[in-house]
Nanobody, 125 residues
Framework: QVQLVESGGGLVQTGGSLRLSCAASGRTGSSYAMGWFRQAPGKEREFVAGISWSRGNIYYAGSVKCRFTISRVVAKNTVYLQMNSLQPEDTAVYYC??????????????????WGQGTQVTVSS
């Protein structure tokens, strides 16, 4: 079992920045892919960014590429999502997830086994 706890959400103006954190505990010795997803009201949960815990390779959704940066600190069992140039359409609940570490970063929700409780990000116009 892996437990994930997100933090760092909040209210920010258009063009602002936030950094989300995801602290992992439990069976963190295994190799996982860590993903960030988001879900806006009335919409499906969508992939934002992912990183291989062991290899460090990264993949972004096209809508956030060049604005968001995913990173990890292995010693802290923590994954981060730095979000810059935030837009109102980035408003959503952001979730951290852990899934099997494969050659490519998983991008579908069903590929992930463990989920955090989510943190709200609101971007005002």
């Amino acid at each position: 079992q892996v437990q994930l706890v997100e933090s760092g959400g909040g209210l920010v103006q258009t063009g602002g920045s936030l950094r989300l954190s995801c602290a992992a505990s439990g069976r963190t010795g295994s190799s996982y892919a860590m993903g960030w997803f988001r879900q806006a009201p009335g919409k499906e949960r969508e992939f934002v960014a992912g990183i291989s815990w062991s290899r460090g390779n990264i993949y972004y959704a096209g809508s956030v590429k060049c604005r968001f940066t995913i990173s990890r600190v292995v010693a802290k069992n923590t994954v981060y999502l730095q979000m810059n140039s935030l837009q109102p359409e980035d408003t959503a609940v952001y979730y951290c997830a852990a899934g099997p570490d494969r050659y490519t970063i998983p991008t579908m929700t069903y590929e992930y086994d463990y989920w955090g409780q989510g943190t709200q990000v609101t971007v005002s116009s």
